[in-house]
DNA sequence: CGTGGTTTTGATTGTTGTCAAATGGAGTGG
DNA sequence: CCACTCCATTTGACAACAATCAAAACCACG
């Protein structure tokens, strides 16, 4: 049986690769992490928004996400985390984050102590530098979420959230575009997407009705992902790839 | 008169102060940079998506905004940049924004190269950490306008914008946040909180009739602070201050 | 065969968008 | 000093999208 915390780091660090470069010694910098491994149940809020952290979560299996509280207790999400991603490594130069992190689903996490992130980063100026390039894929991705929520309608927005997740499913080596697992309730969606779980019932509905996306338990089919990203209005670019992804969907 | 490439520089010195410690060398090195100043007019584009750029944008007078077009050419903006904001860190590590920067009004840019901050950040790890920091706040702001356009009303929205732009303005001493600029038009505040200009509008004369907000040119008047953060739900923490700010307002 | 959580449906309300036009103010040239 | 223009703000009528409330259907699980 592998272990999931030297299995996890390895999804982070190849995620690292995806957009910086890090030579060997580095790379088994980063994998000499001591962490910890929770395997919080769905729903169970890992951070609280405003309590210090001394940790990063990283992701190791299921999905986490980022919220934020209104003061009549409903939530937004703002980030997804699959497996692979650090959630959290904001906190460690800005140890006290302003939103909590939760357990979307079943999921194993493994805690990173800030200790090792920071000791790392200042010894190795490319993992420092690798960890402001994480950061600004993130803050890209969040600018991207701010005009979907802004300006396009809640079917776009649906749409658009099943292309991103699908392309990161793809970029991680957990899926492909057109099939992958995404283990969201629907009220989970409807926090991420800024609308009701009702609505998005509905517009899920939609999407089926014209024969875009199947859904069967955790796992998302995408039947016509030309046509899906043109009423999302996706383009990829704001990942930040570098032509890490094939242009054309595989299969027809 | 004064240089504005030094003044606009000792304003981003100041605004990293606020968040990391830098030795007088590391302040000497930032300060040393060779820009050249743009004067641009109001709804002149300074960065097109998509566009490789070698420089960042440091905004020395007026405003500017980050934002993400549409299809059908509607806009969203991510993100205000007031004077001290270096609006384009990201593309440091990564040249092709995957987004537009367009002056609001008539504004002052300096344009930093990116061969010096590149430069000064591989030097000095305390400025790579320092600019590391100052995309973590942008990214903690674009955070907080995720759950600003996906779970407030638009005049909690509204309220909101101007809670956060009046401490901002506040913090790098523009203003205060009962009285700062904001020379926004409605449509520009429409494309800010993801609205319409004619819904903006009538918030507006909402916050006006309850005596919260007077406007005067570009000038705003909270007259009633605590009452617009209620209703915004504002909490400063997301501007990651350190208690840099007075906890009640001036005055009365 | 219940039980609890999730999805689905229906009816209705409310917020926000759309379209079109009127008003207002600042600057320009006659 | 007065049209005139341009742009921004304001108003009005109406339509569309999404929220709300309530209940039914479905499904996995014990």
């Known amino acids: 049986m592998p272990d ?20 060997a010694e580095e790379q088994r910098a980063i994998l000499s992490a001591d962490c910890v491994v929770l395997r919080p149940a769905a729903h169970r809020d890992l951070v ?5 952290v001394d940790f990063s979560l990283l992701v190791a299996g299921g999905l986490a996400g980022r919220f934020d509280q209104m003061a009549d207790g409903r939530r937004q999400i703002t980030a997804l985390h699959i497996p692979g991603d650090m959630c959290d490594l904001h906190s460690v130069p800005v140890p006290i984050p302003g939103w909590g992190i939760t357990a979307l689903t079943n999921s194993t996490i493994v805690k990173v102590p800030h200790s090792h992130l920071r000791r790392i980063a200042e010894r190795y100026p490319a993992i420092a530098d690798a960890f402001w390039r994480d950061t600004i894929v993130d803050g890209s991705v969040l600018s991207k979420w701010v005009s979907n929520l802004g300006r ?9 959230m099943y292309c991103e997740m699908g392309t990161r ?6 899926g492909t575009r057109e099939r992958f697992d995404l283990p969201l309730r629907q009220a989970q969606a409807a926090d991420v997407l800024g609308l009701t779980a009702v609505h998005v019932n509905r517009l899920l509905q939609g999407l089926r009705r014209q024969g875009l996306v199947r859904t069967d338990g955790p796992t998302v089919f995408v039947d016509d992902l030309p046509q899906l990203e043109r009423i999302a209005d996706f383009d990829p670019a704001y990942l930040l790839l570098k032509g ?6 595989p299969g027809t």
Chains 1, 2 share one sequence.
């Open 244 to 249: 890490k992804l094939a242009p054309r969907p």
């Open 169 to 174: 499913m793809e970029l991680a080596d957990l």
């Open 4 to 23: 999931p915390v030297l299995e996890a780091l390895e999804r982070f660090l190849r995620r690292l690769l995806a957009r910086s470069s890090l030579t």
């Open 152 to 160: 396009r309608s809640g079917e776009a927005r649906l749409a658009h």
């Open 48 to 52: 609280i928004p405003g309590a210090k």
